[in-house]
Nanobody, 120 residues
């Protein structure tokens, strides 16, 4: 089964740091863009950051300078380093990956989400 699974969420105090990981598994022929989205209580899901196969990244204005997205293609993993966290960063964070599976089908994978809570 082709899937992505997030890990690394939890409770952190304001101005603290947290690192999220997202690992892909299954019969995947090629990875394209990967990214992180988040959904806070009562709000719509929003883009946090994306990264292309070549390493070009894009960030939401609200996280620029604080979050860093990276990927390890050999490990099929994308990371989100979150620094200087604020209470408004509290949300469920979802990993997304655009892949081509072994049947040459383009697929958009979503993880189950990992909760990040920023609170003192």
């Amino acid at each position: 089964q082709v899937q992505v699974v997030e890990s690394g969420g939890g409770l952190v105090q304001p101005v603290g740091s947290l690192r999220l990981s997202c690992a892909a598994s299954g019969s995947i022929f090629r990875f394209n863009a990967m990214g992180w989205y988040r959904q806070a209580p009562g709000k719509e899901r929003e883009l946090v950051a994306t990264i292309t196969t070549g390493g070009s990244s894009n960030y939401a204005e609200s996280v620029k300078g604080r979050f860093t997205i990276s990927r390890d293609n050999a490990k099929r993993t994308v990371y989100l380093q979150m620094n200087s966290l604020k209470p408004e960063d509290t949300a469920v964070y979802y990993c997304n990956a655009d892949v081509v599976d072994s049947f040459a089908v383009n697929r958009k994978l979503w993880g189950q989400g990992t909760l990040v809570t920023v609170s003192s």
